[in-house]
Nanobody, 126 residues
Framework: QVQLVESGGGLVQAGGSLRLSCAASGRTFSMYNMGWFRQAPGKDREFVAA????????YYADSMKGRFTISRDNAKNTVNLQMNSLKPEDTAVYYCAAAWRLRVSEYSDSGRYAYWGQGTQVTVSS
């Protein structure tokens, strides 16, 4: 089992940057694929980015490519999301999540992730 705690959210102006972190507990963190999702008010939860357990592959939603970077440090049990060139439409609660085994097509499917953090609010002002 994995417990996840996000941090790093806040208020930032459009064009600015934020770095989200997700701290995981549990000895098996390095065996989980990790993802970031977000949910804006009145909208469905959407995929942001994911990284495989070995960090050999990363996945991004099209609207985040080139602006967001996901990374993980298995020695520290953390996964990070560096967000640059933020836009007001990036405003949402951001969640990190862990999944045991995923096919390539499943990394963006929130239903495939078994463990979730409580979320951290990101607000981008125009």
């Amino acid at each position: 089992q994995v417990q996840l705690v996000e941090s790093g959210g806040g208020l930032v102006q459009a064009g600015g940057s934020l770095r989200l972190s997700c701290a995981a507990s549990g000895r098996t963190f390095s065996m989980y694929n990790m993802g970031w999702f977000r949910q804006a008010p009145g909208k469905d939860r959407e995929f942001v980015a994911a990284v495989t357990w070995s960090s050999d592959t990363t996945y991004y939603a099209d609207s985040m490519k080139g602006r967001f970077t996901i990374s993980r440090d298995n020695a520290k049990n953390t996964v990070n999301l560096q967000m640059n060139s933020l836009k007001p439409e990036d405003t949402a609660v951001y969640y990190c999540a862990a999944a045991w085994r995923l096919r390539v097509s499943e990394y963006s499917d929130s239903g495939r992730y078994a463990y979730w953090g409580q979320g951290t609010q990101v607000t981008v002002s125009s």
